[in-house]
C-alpha cells in the first residue's frame, strides 16, 4: 500500500510558526523554571546578607569538616569506580563469558534500587546488628557510621558511569586494534596503555566527570550510613539539611552554593568533553 505523496516531504521547518514558538516558549520555560530559577535562588539566598557573611559561613569547622568529607569519599570512591569500570569494560567488550549478560545487568543495580536502600543494606550487613556486626566490633573496627561506610555507600551509588560510558564504545571498537598490537610484539599492558586508553580516553573522562558529580551530591545512601554525626561524618548535603533545619540560612545555601558551583563546573567540563567526542557519546547513547 501506497501512501499519496503531495510532493514536499513534511519537515519541522513546514509547521506554523505558532507551533515552533510555542514549543521553544515551552522548552524554556520549563527549564528556566525547574532549574535556572531554583539555581538563581540559591546564590541569591548565599549572598543576600553579604559577601562577609558568606565568608564567615565557611569558618565553621563543621563545614570545613563536610567539604573535607566530601572531597575524601569522592577523592576514593571515583578512582576505585574508574578501576572497576575499565575491568568490567574490557570484559564484556573483549571476551565472551558465561554470566557476561547477567553482569551487564548487574552494572545498571544501582540505577533501579533507591539510595536509601543502598545505604540501608551496608547497614544491615555491617551495623552493631548487622551480619557481620560482632566481628566487626570485636576488632575494633567501624565500618558505618564512620569513613568507610560512606565510601562503600558512594561507590555503590556511583559505579555504573565510568563502565556504562566505556562498555558501549569499545564494543564498537572491537578487537582488531589490539589483536595488531599483540601481532607486533607489544605485551598486554602496553596494548592497553598505548592502544586501548588513546581509543577511550575521551569517553573515560565523561564517565569519571558523572561519577565524581555524583559522589559529591549523594544524599539518601550517605544519609543512612552516616549516622549524621557533626563534624564527623555529615558530608556537605548532609550538613545543608541540618544548617537550614537549625534556621540558620545563610550558612545552609552558602554551601548550598558551593555544591551548585562545582556542579556547574561539572556541566562546562560535561558540556566540553561532549564537544571534543560528539560521536562516541552519540553511539553510547543510542546503545
Known amino acids: 500500500m501506497h501512501l499519496p505523496s503531495h510532493g514536499k516531504s513534511h519537515t519541522a521547518k513546514n509547521d506554523p510558526w505558532w507551533v515552533r514558538y510555542g514549543l521553544i516558549a515551552i522548552t524554556i520555560g520549563f527549564v528556566g523554571f525547574m532549574l535556572v530559577l531554583p539555581l538563581g535562588v540559591v546564590f541569591f539566598e548565599a549572598f543576600r546578607q553579604g559577601v562577609s557573611a558568606y565568608l564567615n559561613s565557611f569558618r565553621d569547622a ?135 586508553l588513546p581509543n577511550i580516553r575521551w569517553a573515560l573522562l565523561y564517565g569519571v566527570v558523572l561519577c565524581n558529580a555524583r559522589a559529591m551530591g549523594e544524599f539518601g545512601a550517605v544519609s543512612v550510613v552516616s549516622g549524621h554525626i557533626r563534624g564527623k561524618t555529615n558530608t556537605m548535603p548532609l550538613h545543608v539539611e541540618i544548617l537550614y533545619n537549625e534556621y540558620n540560612f545563610a550558612a545552609a545555601f552558602a554551601v548550598a552554593s558551593l555544591l551548585a558551583l562545582l556542579a556547574l563546573v561539572t556541566l562546562l567540563i560535561k558540556i566540553s568533553l561532549e564537544w571534543r567526542y560528539a560521536d562516541q557519546i552519540a553511539f553510547s547513547r543510542r546503545h
Not at 133 to 152: D, E, K, M, R, T
Not at 180 to 192: E, H, N, P, V, Y
Open 62 to 196: 563543621d563545614s570545613w569538616s563536610a567539604i573535607k568529607l566530601t572531597l575524601i569519599a569522592a577523592a576514593i570512591s571515583v578512582p576505585l569506580n574508574v578501576v572497576f569500570g575499565l575491568a568490567a569494560s574490557w570484559a564484556i567488550a573483549k571476551f565472551d563469558f558465561f554470566g557476561k549478560s547477567v553482569l551487564i545487568s548487574l552494572i545498571d543495580l544501582p540505577f533501579a534500587i533507591s539510595p536509601v536502600i543502598s545505604g540501608l543494606i551496608y547497614v544491615l550487613l555491617f551495623g552493631a546488628q548487622g551480619y557481620f556486626g560482632h566481628y566487626l566490633q570485636s576488632h575494633n573496627i567501624q565500618i558505618v557510621f564512620a569513613l568507610p561506610g560512606i565510601v562503600l555507600a558512594t561507590i555503590f551509588v556511583t559505579f555504573p558511569f565510568v563502565a556504562r560510558e566505556l562498555v558501549p564504545l569499545m564494543q564498537e571498537q572491537g578487537t582488531q586494534d589490539e589483536e595488531a598490537a599483540l601481532s607486533l610484539g607489544a605485551s598486554g599492558w602496553q596494548t592497553f596503555f598505548r592502544v586501548t
